[in-house]
């Protein structure tokens, strides 16, 4: 008998999320790194299920994202889209050719009364990944961001309105009556995990869905694993999406100070230790002083070796 | 006060339809030409309504549709088609990305309750045609053939099985409870209508499905207008598709004298005129006793003025 290959639980949203995953993947073990992905982002756009963040999660895993634009297929063509821009059809969300067949097959699979978490599964398996992904819930959740024009849907704010309408809150519309994912659930369970990472994703409309399914982020902070949270905020700014701008509407501090309070007091006790970015060390007290162990190290991933680097970075860390 | 132009009304299937109706539009003045289309062909895939015979008039109609293929679009591109492929999902029906723009405007409007008839109108409009292109229902009808190999839906047995299962006869399921196109009964009520033309389109799958709708053919029949048939078959072939196929299958004769008398039985009293090509010339006699006035002329529709032409030998005849 060999000892099981301890497992690390990734909490993901779409782009910051999948390049720490990434890094994650290249560090880890093959089979060892199980994401657990935001799906409060999912919708219906004509007619077609969309699960924008397991999409980016499985096209950066599989080395397939489009890195410049952020998210979709590198080397995409955009003919459906023209086509469908000259019939007067909907374009604000862009959908590439190729992207289409992951909708138009994974919409015709839940059609057929298929789960998701099984054609997550399948996706990630036709791409060649070893890697677990894994949506939140098969259950549906879906963002409404309350801003000054009244609530919008999560994607009709973020790609439509290009997040520019000011932001006052937020509901997870169906949160209350999502069931965590049980293979994620049976994992925590299994005492293999060895560090629950969440990664560098907005708070508010990635990690907040995840951690808000009922019992989920009692049972993180309960697992004998390190929680190590990563901070999208880095001087300021967040590298990618409205967190900063988010954040400012809310009157937060744009800090990883104000990341840190965020959770410190939504999920008391839930995270053990605070990744920050080296710019921002001057933080570091006030943020030990919210009882997160706060380490400072280079957090921007641009290259590949940013991103195993900050990997290595968290999995080194242990349970207080 | 002008009056008013003369309207033709075109029963049309598929390709050899489209073929004759492109042709009535050349000779015609603008707005004069009137196609009503088979939908029993309509069918379900991945999720999305297609309609196939609509789509080759509007394309065949607006120059856009690939001639020697006799489906799609002219420069098509399959890029999702490709990636649909390695996905393991459904590939048997060729869905080209421009096409597919088509298919997910029309099932997306509606999917929110628009009528397949005003759907129709606005892609013709969208095409630029001023031939008015009408569903011949809004109510689902769908053929099933039925096969040795038990009954199939129609496109299953057209594109998927290539027609090879022998045919022993069809069903068009939906069609008693089906409403002919309200628009189209008003216009033959109009007292407008000069020719009513049958194109040379398959006689059992896209031309029964339409005289077949609740009190149609007889309307047809009791109309002022001279009926115009077409005939499919020439010199025992085929120009396109099934049709001489499912004919020896059914043991009629492969002839144009098999096709007059299928319409003779089913349909007594409907045909006034009947044009086949000039190598059956020797069937003229048989036909005429059937009640027909057959016409002899070049029926084979290779250039455009081969269908200017045949349009032309339509719109000569009067009624009897």
Known sequence: MTAAV?????????????????GLQQVLPAGALHVLVNTADDFEHMGLHI??????VLYTLSGRANRSQGWGLEGETWNTLQALES??????????????ATHLWRSNQLAQGADLSALTSALAAQLGLSTSVHPMSADP?????????????????FVRRQCEPRVSGFTFHGLDNARPNPDVLALLASGQVSHIVVCPSNPYVSVDPILQLPGMWQMLRDHAAPVVL?????????????AAKMMAELQVPVTALGVARHYAQRYPGLVDHFLIDESDATLA?????LGLVTHCCA??????????????????LEAL
Request: aromatic share 4%.
């Open 299 to 316: 957090t921007v991933m641009k290259t590949l070796e940013d991103k195993t680097q900050l990997a290595q970075a968290c999995l080194r």
């Open 6 to 22: 301890p497992k690390v639980l990734a909490l993901s949203g779409g782009v910051g999320g999948a390049k720490l995953s990434l």
């Open 87 to 100: 019939l007067g059809g909907e374009t604000w969300f862009r959908l590439g050719d190729r992207d289409l």
């Open 285 to 289: 007290d006030d943020i030990n002083a």
């Open 51 to 56: 699960s924008p963040d397991i999409d980016t």
């Open 230 to 242: 990563v901070s999208p905020i880095v001087a300021g700014l967040a590298i990618k999406g409205p």
């Open 141 to 157: 959740v879906r963002t409404l961001v309350h801003t000054e024009e009244g609530e919008l849907p999560f994607q009709h704010y």
